[in-house]
């Protein structure tokens, strides 16, 4: 039986616990996002579209660095949801 060296357990902790933090962050960011979502169609002031401007790009950011699927490999990402808060 291959035991594991106790290096490499404290760098597959860190690993995870890393994992861990990117995808409380990108959680995080939806909930924002999600929140302007529920507002009222014509109701979000300029700082609001500002700040979910922000949060799509930061989330955008974060889903690639944890090479999350967005379908084709070739396809731009699009994000509905944006477009469905100017509209």
């Not at 974060?62 to 994000?79: F, I, Y």
């Amino acid at each position: 039986m291959r035991t594991i060296s106790t290096a490499k357990k404290i760098s597959n902790s860190e690993n995870v616990n890393d994992l861990f933090r990117r995808y409380i962050k990108i959680m995080t960011l939806f909930e924002g996002i999600f929140s302007l979502v529920k507002a009222r169609c014509g109701t979000l002031t300029d700082a609001q579209l500002d700040r979910s401007d922000r949060l799509i790009k930061c989330i955008m950011k974060e889903w690639r660095a944890l090479q999350l699927s967005m379908g084709k490999p070739n396809d731009p990402p699009r994000v509905h949801v944006y477009s469905r808060i100017i509209y």
